[in-house]
């Protein structure tokens, strides 16, 4: 803070010569000479919607744009595989990476191998909904519980830690014996697998807003629901949903492994997958294989898309 | 001055401290013995070096903090506080913001949009109520935290260099249409800034504070009306006065 000296003022007589400042040593802000700037009321907004309609129509070449790097990498995996099939390996091993065409073209072509490879698809990704259901909810739950005091936080929160720390393949074998080797079992994997991302990511929210924004509620005397309701929650959102997002493919991963030991019952895709893999079928491998990598691909894309939509509707922030 | 004031404070004055010190557990003093009293409609300004406890005298006042010592009296039914930040939710419309508030008071939906409507005409924001905070420039962002706080119908408004991070042009903007609020809604209103013209400009008294741990140094009267137009801040009279509290600040600092 510099002294000041009252007698470094400019004085001039007329308000609206240029330059005219009232220069103040301990002002660090100085005084523009445009007077009129401050009389000067606010614009009316011409249309405050004609952004909206610009975007809409672009809206399929973005999504175009978009797409063509996953179409390239695509199209670079299916080069690499024909070279790998016909110029990598010799005709008496090429059963072990038959060229795509005979990978999928023998598999797709045979509804008897088809019908239960869907079938066992489709369980697979009710047994990963299921099981994101209940993490979402357990997860958002137990983080809720952990944002309303800082006590709750030092005892739960270790045991969200231990239960990420812990490898997954380590505790399936203890799950099959507790719960049996059926859907029951297969939706914990996929809950446990599923849970830590939403835990974190909605505690990290509902952790987010601003120390300012707390007072605003304490002045106006907000209840502790209120709080909740009306700041931490929403202020939660975009968080949740990257949570959301981790969490989905997580299950994904889940329900393969869990559907891969989980052995009874009617078959998930997982469970195929190792009884292809016995068999050495491999068109069959492969294109359960595919369709598990569609699986995942599809799920992502799907929670990508919800992510975007709410959260860049309402936040207007760029998802990460 | 009326017989329904109420009976415990001087009828006349909304903010009384007296004698507050605050330290932190850290123990860091923030103010010592400040003593200052306001009045209905008189808008009285802190000015300090950063870091003097200028922002602790506001969060003291309205409650956020307890003071150490010394005591503080409050006559106001609705107190109202502007942050630094807008500090708006970038979830809700301007609207949607400014009507927190009734919501989180009780007021019924149709009560309280109304009011909302009417504080957003006030500080110029009619035709913006549906944009969300991203959509809105600083100034805009900060028409609605001021709206937000006239909601309230505040008889204390506490304000805590609301114009600091917004561009020289807005900010003089800000302080015209703080001014023409002020005039009238005769609140009592404590502000905080660190800026000397700021400070002459808007207020009818001006406190100096030293450096940490903060004092009350110099207590300088502004004597214009409100209205005070723009060019007041390039009138000899208006220097003589920014010159009295930068003397003020430069001697404590």
């Known amino acids: 803070m510099t002294g000041a000296d009252p007698s470094v003022v400019t004085e001039h007589r007329d308000p609206a010569s240029a330059g005219g400042t009232v220069a103040c040593g301990a002002d660090p802000a100085p005084t523009p000479a445009t007077p009129g700037a401050s009389t000067q009321s606010l614009p009316h907004p011409s249309s405050p919607r004609a952004v909206g309609t610009t975007r809409r129509t672009s809206w399929v070449r973005q999504a175009l744009a978009r797409s063509t790097p996953i179409v390239a990498a695509l199209a670079g995996i299916l080069a690499v595989w024909y070279g790998v099939s016909y110029l990598v390996l010799p005709t008496s091993q ?48 137990y983080a809720v519980v952990m944002s309303q005091s800082g006590w709750a936080e030092k005892i739960l929160y270790p045991y969200a830690v231990i239960l990420q720390t812990i490898p997954i393949l380590a505790l399936v074998p203890l ?23 939403m835990i974190s990511n909605t505690l990290f929210g509902l952790q987010s807003a601003s120390a300012a924004a707390h007072d605003l509620f304490t002045l106006n005397k907000a209840s502790r629901w209120q709080r909740l309701t009306k700041l931490q929650f929403p202020a939660a959102v975009p968080s949740i949903f990257t949570g959301l997002r981790n969490a989905a493919g997580l299950s994904v991963i889940g329900v393969i492994v869990a559907d891969f030991y989980f052995q009874q019952g009617a078959p998930g895709i997982g ?8 068999r050495l079928q491999m068109d069959a491998l492969f294109t359960a294989i595919a369709l598990t990598a569609l699986f995942g691909v599809v799920v992502f894309m799907i929670f990508a898309a919800l992510d975007r939509a709410v959260v860049g509707r309402w936040y207007g922030r760029p998802t990460r | 001055m009326t017989a329904s004031a109420p009976p415990r404070e001087a009828p006349t004055r909304t903010l009384v401290l007296d004698r507050v010190t605050k330290a932190f557990p850290t123990g860091t003093v923030a103010l010592t013995d400040v003593s200052l009293a306001i009045a209905p409609g008189e808008l009285v300004s802190v000015v300090g070096p950063s870091g003097c406890g200028k922002s602790t005298l506001l969060r003291l006042a309205s409650g956020l903090e307890e003071v150490s010592s010394g005591s503080i009296g409050v006559a106001a039914a609705s107190t109202s506080y502007v942050f630094q930040d807008a500090t708006l939710l970038e979830w809700r419309s301007a609207a949607r913001n400014v009507e927190l508030v009734g919501e989180l008071r009780g007021v019924s939906r149709e009560e309280r949009r109304a009011r909302a409507q009417e504080v957003l005409d006030l500080v110029g924001l009619q035709g913006f109520e549906e944009q969300h905070p991203r959509q809105l420039s600083g100034g805009m962002r900060m028409r609605v935290s001021l709206a937000r706080a006239l909601v309230a119908e505040p008889e204390l408004a506490l304000f805590d260099e609301p114009f600091g991070a917004l561009d020289e042009i807005t900010r003089l903007q800000m302080q015209t249409e703080l001014q023409k609020i002020f005039r009238l809604k005769r609140f009592a209103a404590l502000f905080i800034t660190h800026s000397v013209s700021e400070a002459v400009y808007l207020s009818t008294r001006v406190l100096v504070m030293s450096g940490r741990p903060g004092r009350i140094v110099a207590e300088i009267e502004v004597p214009w009306e409100y209205p005070r137009p723009p060019e007041l801040r390039y009138a000899p ?16 600092s």
């Open chain 1, 94 to 141: 090429r059963f072990l990476l038959p060229p795509p065409h005979e990978a999928f073209g023998g598999a797709l072509s045979n509804p008897q191998l088809m019908g239960p490879m869907l079938e066992g698809l489709g369980r697979s990704v009710t047994v990963a909904m299921i099981g994101l259901v209940i993490a979402v909810v357990l997860g958002i739950g």
């Open chain 1, 175 to 197: 799950i099959g014996i507790w719960l049996g080797y059926a859907t029951v079992a297969r939706v914990v994997v996929c809950v446990i697998i599923a849970l830590f991302p």
């Open chain 1, 271 to 278: 469970g195929l997958l190792r009884t292809y893999t016995l």
């Open chain 2, 237 to 252: 009279e208006f220097a003589a006065i920014t010159g009295r509290v930068s003397a003020a600040l430069g001697e404590h």
